[in-house]
């Protein structure tokens, strides 16, 4: 199987071999684009060879199926469960993952023009047709599908300081097509509007090792784009970033809340009645603190705490998941890993017997020829002359 060290190790040897092309008068530009080709191929062989482990390994069983044994006995669990009840009703369903095989790799196929300007570029083409330009600085691209923009992006990443991230310009539907391939890829991107996006890249990722599925969460892109590196500080960060003190201060009251907070909260969002205690924990002292009104709703800061609770339960339920996903992962290697090492000692036990077996048999061989006698050999007696009993006449 690839691993990650097998890939640093490639990526040692593409730097050496790019130092080699720069020496001997060749192009780098194109000795970047060569490596992106091969580093991507391990990845994607990589990725299908996880997802391919993953498939043999069993089902990580549901949230639900993971508290509803233990609610008998822990309350914390119990509460969970309920919670899960009302967020998604049971249904009836038949599970499954798909079978891995590679992705397709983006970058194969592509020709290259060099350009020697100025200012210099590379032209990339698929099937004769311009898709996407190396300008230094910057990467343009002319076809925005999802093939041309993970190239790109590729390419990008051999190029550029990846700590730093990438910077996406062009049509809004390219930026959040491209911040959610960057996510799915892992690479850092520094528009700050494409955060979220590119976080939906990473759950996407995290659902497709888990199923084999492959969910477009955005738009497929249109118009031309470009990625380039994260742009220089200059007098610093003049770019204006709004704070939501709204959510500030939902989020504030709610780490105020505990679990019978929460049960407040969610009894007063479905009109239930509270208890006098419920009651006055969600009453507060002032309209910054106040969540319920007099009849017991809900008023709008409630309403905002209420969301950010039931989102801070929608991820403490998805960290569970993934949780439990890498455990069963984790005991499922050791036990193929244990079951590995019992089949190599049974398998050196055997054929330590039948050495041992083959030296006795050789042992008794030799003690046989030692003990044999020596035998003198057998010489033959002489015969006694006859003697002539008969009378001469």
Known sequence: MATDGGIRVAIGGLAQQR??????????????????KQIEHLQKQQAAERKTLASSLPLVPTLREFLEPRAEHDPVAARLLEQEKRRDPAQQSIRGRRTAAMEPEVLDGLTHDIEDGPPKCVHYARDGERVMTDRGERVDLYHVDDRE???????????????????????REFQQRAA??????????????????????RLQTLQSEELGAD???????VGKGSVEAARADH?????AYTVDAQAMQAEALLGKLDIRGFDALD??????????????????????????????RLTPLGER???????????????????????????????REAQEQKQERTEEKAQ??????????????EEREVEAPQRAPVRSRPRQPSRDMSLGG
């Open 215 to 221: 969910t477009r969460l955005t738009a497929p892109a």
């Open 180 to 201: 959610e391939i960057a996510g799915r890829m892992g690479l850092k991107v520094q528009n700050p509007e494409l955060q979220q996006t590119w976080q939906l890249g």
């Open 305 to 335: 705490v209420t969301e950010r609770m039931w989102a801070k339960i929608e991820t403490e339920r998805e960290q569970l998941q993934q949780q439990l996903r890498t455990r069963n992962i984790d005991e499922e290697l050791k036990k």
């Open 267 to 296: 009894r007063a969002s479905r009109d239930q009645p509270l208890t006098p205690e419920q009651r006055i924990q969600l009453q507060g002292h002032d309209d910054q603190t106040r969540l319920i009104d007099d009849q017991d």
């Open 19 to 36: 130092a080699e092309t720069v020496k001997n008068g060749g192009d780098p530009d194109v000795q970047t684009f060569e490596a992106a």
């Open 149 to 171: 923009i993970e190239a790109a992006l590729r390419l990008a990443e051999q190029k550029y300081d990846m700590d730093k991230g990438l910077q996406l310009n062009g049509s």
């Open 235 to 239: 007098g610093g960060d003049r770019r």
């Open 352 to 365: 330590e017997k039948i050495v041992e077996r083959e030296i006795a048999t050789h042992e008794r061989a």
